[in-house]
């Protein structure tokens, strides 16, 4: 049973770009979840998503960003106009359809803006 | 709203000393608690969670941890750690009957000298 999986595992961008990073989760898990790690910070939530639906984006910053889990393929987070800030990486998790799921991690998309 | 802290940032130990790493986390709730771990290189894992039941609870690799729901604390605790346990260890907590987005602490980097 494959683990969750990202792609790519590094993304350099430059200002003003756009950066699109996909997460498929492990097989028989509905729910996604987006987080990011800031240099020296722990891990921040950002989305929660289950198979074409937004569940909560509290997480999200207002603008720039988007997330998406389509019926079919893998969960998208987009980032559009990249700036130096969002150089951070990335990681994925997925878990069960239940109410009290372990999450299961990627490892994560490491994204550098020049 | 929920806050996660850990109170060591780096910690150094020889190989065989005993490992206490703290968690303390802010919700007047239910919770559920985790603690992940991050090698070098490498993406999140599991160590051990509680959702109910039995406070002291036991992961892999020996480390087990203890909820004083007293305290708000879920510490974090091996015996005699080995060079193989020098990583990022993450302690998190998640709402119960939420969606289960995790709030992790800012992590401790935990170096082990042979």
């Known amino acids: 049973n494959a683990g969750v999986m990202q792609n790519p595992r590094h993304l350099v961008r430059r200002r003003g770009q756009e950066a699109r990073l996909r997460c498929s989760p492990m097989k028989g898990h509905s729910h996604v979840y987006w987080y990011r790690q800031l240099p020296e910070e722990g891990l921040k939530f950002m989305v929660y998503l289950q198979k074409e639906n937004i569940i909560d984006e509290s997480g999200m910053p207002k603008e720039r960003f988007s997330a998406e889990f389509p019926k079919e393929g893998p969960s998208i987070l987009r980032i559009q106009q990249v700036v130096r800030g969002d150089s951070a990486a990335y990681f994925c998790?997925?878990?069960?359809?239940?109410?009290?799921?372990?999450?299961?991690f990627g490892p994560g998309t490491r994204l550098l803006v020049l | 709203a929920q806050s996660v802290s850990q109170h060591n940032h780096h910690v150094i130990l020889s190989e065989a000393a005993s490992l206490e790493l703290g968690c303390n986390y802010s919700y007047g709730g239910t919770v559920n608690l985790f603690w992940y771990v991050q090698y070098p290189g490498q993406h999140l894992q599991l160590l051990l969670k509680y959702f109910s039941g039995d406070p002291l609870v036991k992961g892999i690799k020996g480390f087990e941890a203890e909820f004083i729901k007293s305290k708000f604390s879920f510490n974090l605790r091996k015996p005699s750690v080995q060079w193989s346990d020098t990583a990022e260890y993450f302690c998190?907590?998640?709402?119960?009957?939420?969606?289960?987005?995790?709030?992790f602490g800012a992590g401790t980097r935990l170096a082990v000298h042979p």
């Open positions: 998790a997925s878990s069960p359809p239940d109410t009290v799921g372990t999450q299961y």
């Open positions: 998190a907590v998640s709402v119960s009957g939420g969606y289960n987005k995790l709030i």
